[in-house]
DNA sequence: CCAACCATGTAAGCTGTTACATGATTGA
DNA sequence: TCAATCATGTAACAGCTTACATGGTTGG
């Protein structure tokens, strides 16, 4: 089953704590989460959708009947299906939050093993991303290009190599000590 | 008239030099533009539409029978008129790619100027949104962020960094000597 | 001659956007 | 009491994706 990313942000955040839609929609909006924007429109029939597969439900809390969502099992199961998936080259080169938002809710499992398999595999794809991107300015196509084709590709590349730097920067909290 | 972000790209690479809706295609799937795809499903609707709007219009070159797309002095008008927009917040802070593709299109306006105020609206953006984004650090839920928050955080921070960095070494290849 | 690539399209379906609509609660 | 915010939805529409479909050209 895929999903798209909003909802597996909308599980992921049902599992972190329980909520209303109003509240979820409320993250969207004033936290810099992937920027998923959170007009009724688009969170209410999503979370319809959710429940209506079964990876949701309504629930009420004890002493107020507020009601919220929460996740079921097989919501569990499903969101845990899609964390555990290493970054692919496509999913760095043309959608990295994706990545980042897969990389928040492994907070979920908390496992730092699968999180360091994660990182080690975001590492991998941004730097293969990056060798593509350096060959690509020393193609013939690459060197036909404008200042302004250069510079924006620069900003892409700097970016990559952000990345990169951050990802050597995180794994090392997530390793395993050696006996 | 606001267009997708696709439909400026085409109409920019229609400037740049005339092509077939098929060397189009190919454009978005050899070289790292900003990526859209690509498929046939997108680009000719696309091209359909601009076309009917007058953005755009089929040519044939001159020796060979071959067909090809090319700006109407409409297309040119509304395209600059997008080109000269300034950097808003919200763009930087959900959709900065937009900016870059808008960057890379100004080359067509061929106007260091108008590139200059493009960068310094562009700086502003981002210097703006960092502040709001270590603001949010700072704040009470800035502070109940867990580890992989926060580093889900560091890597947009650094993201936008880069663009900070990326934006003062842009900025004086487009200054204006002074008299 | 056949595979690969040039070249252009259409149709179904899903998502998300914008805009509209409604009503309850709460704090100043 | 009145504005703001809580809270949930619907309807129309635009856009993109996937998949299907077709046919021409060209190089090995």
């Known amino acids: 089953m895929k999903l798209t990313p909003l909802s597996y942000a909308l599980i992921g955040l049902a599992i972190a704590e329980p909520r209303s839609g109003y509240a979820l929609r409320k993250v969207f909006e004033t936290t810099p989460l992937g920027s998923y924007s959170s007009s009724p429109g ?3 029939p999503a979370l319809a959708k959710l429940v209506a597969l079964d990876l949701l439900k309504k629930s009420s809390t004890l002493d107020s009947n507020k009601m919220q969502f ?3 099992s097989t919501g569990r199961a499903i969101l845990k299906n899609w964390l555990i ?3 692919s080259l496509d999913t760095v080169a043309s959608e990295v939050e994706i990545a ?3 990389f928040a809710f492994l907070e979920t499992l908390d496992d730092p093993i699968i999180t360091y398999a ?3 595999s975001f590492e991998q794809a941004v730097s293969q991303h990056l060798k593509n991107l350096y060959t690509f300015t020393q193609s013939a196509d690459g060197q036909k ?6 510079l924006a590709m ?6 990559y190599e952000g990345h990169l730097t951050w990802v050597k920067h995180a794994l090392p909290m997530f ?3 050696t006996k």
Chains 1, 2 share one sequence.
Do not use: C, D
Request: hydrophobic share 40%; aromatic share 6%.
């Open 118 to 120: 994660f990182l080690v």
């Open 85 to 87: 998936q290493s970054v």
């Open 42 to 44: 688009s969170i209410y």
């Open 154 to 159: 620069e900003n892409g590349i700097a970016g």
């Open 145 to 150: 290009l404008s200042t302004h084709g250069r």
């Open 100 to 102: 980042l938002l897969q």
């Open 70 to 72: 929460e996740a079921t």
């Open 175 to 177: 390793a395993t000590p």
